[in-house]
């Protein structure tokens, strides 16, 4: 129903803001990344948003890109997932960061996430790792940092060490992670992959 807002922050609070659209007012709760993104009270703020609506309320969620937004929508597909989990989800860890650990199956990372159990990361990884495009989700997500941690993400930043593009060393390294853990065979396959 609301595609995104764009006014002025009127209030800039913990885990929500509140944006003067017209006179009136908005409150979207947002992801920490989200309020890391928003300006000074009062000065002017454009937030993608996300209407929830449950028997008992009506909710508003914001996120500072296109991106952020799609990924909380596929966060709340996955059974047991919902809209307050999903934004604690995107909170913990940057869209790229979550974007690496689905397609690297990578289930301690998802699990730093509060509320996110073992089990539930399993879930998170086996739902959603077909619907990533892992060359369209990294794009747009340059600023964030690899994750730290695993031999996933260790391969990934040992590729990127290389010269690979961080999509193009996430999608070679989410091809073999099943054949192994060891973070020096997941660049042998990784490379062999890549290389024909």
Do not use: W
């Not at 690899?146 to 993400?153: T, V, Y």
Request: hydrophobic share 45%; aromatic share 6%.
């Amino acid at each position: 129903m609301y595609a995104h807002f764009d006014g002025i922050l009127a209030e800039k609070n913990a885990d929500s803001v509140v944006i003067d659209c017209g006179g009136v007012g908005y409150q979207l709760q947002v992801s920490s990344a989200a309020l890391n993104a928003a300006p000074q009270v009062g000065a002017r703020f454009k937030c993608y948003a996300h209407l929830s609506v449950r028997e008992d309320a009506l909710e508003l969620f914001g996120f500072y890109s296109r991106e952020e937004k799609a990924m909380f929508l596929r966060l709340c597909s996955v059974t047991g997932i919902g809209p307050r989990t999903a934004l604690a989800i995107l909170s913990s860890l940057s869209v790229r960061e979550l974007t690496i650990a689905l397609l690297t199956g990578d289930a301690a990372s998802l699990a730093r996430a509060p509320g996110i159990g073992k089990k539930t990361a399993q879930r998170l990884i086996l739902e959603l790792r077909d619907k990533i495009d892992g060359e369209a989700e990294l794009a747009g997500q340059t600023v964030a940092p690899a994750p730290k941690g695993g031999p996933a993400a260790e391969a990934i930043e040992a590729l990127m060490a290389l010269g690979y593009a961080s999509s193009e060393a996430a999608s070679a390294v989410a091809r073999v992670a099943s054949q192994t853990d060891r973070t020096d065979e997941l660049i042998r396959l990784a490379l062999k992959g890549m290389n024909g």
